[in-house]
């Protein structure tokens, strides 16, 4: 069982930037990879970013430049770095974690982030 808990969303500037925090908990050492989706309105779950075991990463086509995935493996954390936030960016944004050999996926509770003038 691995557990996930976020943190930093909240009310965000167009034309901001924010840092989410992703905390792992449990049983750490199986994961494979982390990321980030995030679902708006109305919308499917989408894929933002991925960080792997290794310290690859992957980011979605329509989000490249813009986000910025990164790890502490010393704080068990997981961020993700988002900048030039438009509207269109407000959404409840989750954490998974993916484990090792069964691939199977725990997500955290999620974060709203919403941006507004």
């Known amino acids: 069982q691995v557990q996930l808990v976020e943190s930093g969303g909240g009310l965000v500037q167009p034309g901001g930037s924010l840092r989410l925090s992703c905390v792992a908990s449990?049983?750490?050492?199986?994961?494979?990879?982390m990321a980030w989706y995030r679902q708006g309105p109305d919308k499917q779950r989408e894929l933002l970013a991925t960080i792997y075991v290794n310290g690859n990463t992957n980011y979605a086509d329509s989000m490249k430049g813009r986000l910025a995935i990164s790890r502490d493996t010393a704080k068990n954390t997981m961020y993700l770095q988002m900048t030039s936030m438009t509207p269109e960016d407000s959404a409840v944004y989750f954490c998974?974690?993916?484990?090792?050999?069964?691939?199977?996926?725990?997500w955290g509770q999620g974060t709203q982030v919403t941006v507004s003038s």
């Open positions: 998974n974690a993916r484990v090792r050999p069964s691939g199977i996926a725990y």
């Open positions: 449990g049983n750490i050492i199986s994961i494979g990879s």
